[in-house]
């Protein structure tokens, strides 16, 4: 029964990235820049140090890589989410992460019906706030609803739980939350991002993903095998490929290797 599941998993997953691919199509051709680029258009450029290595060496490299980056201002993401997730069928709107609505950028704010600034690697986990580095990396910062983004909190990530209301089909529990299928593999991607990123260095605190939920206030995040699966079976589609792009073209000047090469996670963890 298992693999039954795992492959209608996988079948919804991919004629998701499908659907939104084909949604996203005529916006992404007014910018042929990124309509033409491809991961392995930076293979023998940017990831050039990188490319053949395994394990703790990729893990490594990527993070010398990736860690040369512009930051922002944690005032500065407001503007730059506009651009990063705008809505491609509606360019006065961006789309919410957890819930998928489309919602106007002018409503961005903290009550009831407005979208804020959700730090999909909960900032509590390693206590860098909204510290310029990890608390301004637009890598794992994306609109949400106010309120779902309160459902959220601080919860690490894994399946099951009840239906978190007008949360586009995510679920949660006491110590967990699971996002809706459309972004699960975007989420872990973010998630494995800010694992390479941030290893220590310039004050922080060193981020892993771990095999637990729960994890308090420790720099950890879990659940690294369910985080995996998600991976796995929700590979990126056209926005998620647009809004690296546009982070790299535009703002942090660095990219997310593993929505380039989601393999790599395997290859690391």
Do not use: C
Not at 117 to 123: I, L, P, Q, S
Not at 157 to 167: H, M, P, R, T, Y
């Amino acid at each position: 029964m298992l693999a039954i599941r795992t492959r209608r998993r996988k079948a919804t997953a991919l004629a998701t990235a499908a659907a939104l691919a084909a949604v996203a199509a005529p916006a992404l051709t007014a910018t042929p820049a990124t309509a033409t680029t491809t991961a392995s258009d930076y293979d023998s450029t940017y990831y050039k140090d990188a490319i053949g290595k395994t394990g703790t060496s990729l893990k490594s490299s990527l993070h010398t890589i990736i860690s040369d980056q512009t930051k922002l201002s944690y005032s500065a993401v407001w503007d730059a989410l506009k651009a990063t997730d705008e809505d491609p069928d509606n360019s006065g709107n961006v789309i919410l992460l957890y819930s998928g609505v489309s919602r106007s950028k002018s409503l961005n704010g903290g009550d009831t019906g407005d979208w804020n600034r959700e730090h999909v690697w909960a900032k509590s986990h390693g206590d860098f706030g909204t510290a310029t580095g990890p608390g301004t990396d637009l890598h794992h910062l994306r609109p949400s609803d106010v309120r779902v983004n309160s459902v959220r909190g601080n919860k690490d990530f894994d399946n099951g739980g009840s239906a978190v209301s007008e949360g586009g089909g995510s679920l949660t529990d006491s110590d967990s939350f699971e996002p809706r299928d459309a972004v699960k593999g975007d989420v872990a991607r973010m998630i494995f991002y800010m694992a390479v990123r941030y290893e220590g260095g310039d004050g922080f605190a060193d981020l892993e993903v771990n095999g637990q939920v729960d994890n308090g206030s420790d720099p950890y995040i879990g659940k690294l095998s369910v985080l995996k699966e998600w991976n796995d079976e929700d590979p990126p589609d056209a926005f998620e490929e647009h809004r690296n792009q546009v982070v790299y073209d535009d703002y942090q000047h660095n990219r997310n290797p593993f929505v380039d090469h989601p393999e790599w996670v395997e290859s690391i963890w």
